[in-house]
Nanobody
Framework: QVQLVESGGGLVRPGGSLRLSCEAS????????MWWYCQAPGKQRELVAH???????NYADSVKGRFTISRDNAKNTVYLQMNSLKPEDTAVYYC?????????WGQGTQVTVSS
């Protein structure tokens, strides 16, 4: 049974930082690509960043230079370091992976950027 469990969200002021974590189970973590998505109220879910099994990373233009995705294969965990946060980063953040042609999502973690 595949499970993805996010943590680390919260309320932060503009310019602040948060680190999100997503721990995976039920998969061979070190061979999968991991994605982070976000969904703001009233908007579609959109891609934030992803990291391949080999460590290659890609980012949405809106977060380049501010967010960093990384992974720790020994802990089956992917991270999203979020710096210089803006109010427009407010959203529920989800991690995602694909395993045996199926899509798996975590439950999401709320990030709110507000003064």
């Amino acid at each position: 049974q595949v499970q993805l469990v996010e943590s680390g969200g919260g309320l932060v002021r503009p310019g602040g930082s948060l680190r999100l974590s997503c721990e995976a189970s039920g998969i061979v973590f070190n061979i999968v690509t991991m994605w982070w998505y976000c969904q703001a109220p009233g908007k579609q879910r959109e891609l934030v960043a992803h990291i391949s099994s080999g460590g290659t990373t890609n980012y949405a233009d809106s977060v380049k230079g501010r967010f960093t995705i990384s992974r720790d294969n020994a802990k089956n965990t992917v991270y999203l370091q979020m710096n210089s946060l803006k109010p427009e980063d407010t959203a529920v953040y989800y991690c995602n992976t694909k395993w045996w042609s199926s899509d798996y999502w975590g439950q999401g973690t709320q990030v709110t950027v507000s003064s």
